[in-house]
């Protein structure tokens, strides 16, 4: 007979960055596929949040960059601190304590497709940021990337619009 403690749970994982619409992801994803078994849930849940590179963040190089390089990593990295820490937050306030966070630096494309293969996981699940066309063009999906490149169900979750009550 299996012994559940040592079987394998499949794996999830979130993506988060300090959006509203990617801590939305999570707690959607909390609320629909792990509270209602909390605390033995059926998923083991990896949260990944990509840290930009500084080089990156600054987008330039040349005069002037290896100056700011230094306030720009300390403030990348108390962005990832705050990301951790929230997450952590609203994963243990929904007793899901089965839950690991990582920060990877890099782009968060390649973060994410590497986080699924690393963790074989089943599904990866991203928040949707509802950019308009031009933007998505200039930036670049995640959700597109991943959709395409992730080798694993992709949920992608999108915080609905609040509707102003008149």
């Not at 007793?95 to 599904?123: I, P, Q």
């Not at 395409?148 to 609905?160: D, E, F, L, N, S």
Request: net charge neutral; proline share 5%; with cysteine.
């Amino acid at each position: 007979m299996a012994n559940t403690e040592t079987e394998q749970k499949p794996v999830m994982v979130v993506g988060i960055d300090d959006s509203d619409h990617s801590f939305y992801a999570l707690e959607w994803t909390l609320d629909h596929f792990l509270v209602p078994s909390a605390p033995n849930t059926p998923f083991k849940l990896i949260v990944v949040h990509s840290k930009p590179s500084p080089t990156s963040a600054i987008g330039f190089a040349g005069p002037g960059a290896a100056d700011v390089y230094p306030f720009v990593d300390s403030d990348l990295k108390k962005i990832a601190a705050r990301v951790v820490e929230r997450a952590k937050e609203l994963c243990h306030s929904k007793s899901v304590n089965d839950v690991k966070v990582e920060v990877v630096e890099g782009d968060a494309r390649n973060v994410l497709c590497e986080a699924v293969e690393r963790h074989h996981a089943t599904m990866l699940v991203v928040g949707s940021h509802g950019y308009g066309a031009i933007k998505r063009a200039v930036l670049g999906s995640v959700s597109d990337y991943v959709t395409h490149h992730a080798h694993c169900t992709v949920m992608i979750v999108k915080k609905p619009k609040t509707k102003h009550s008149g």
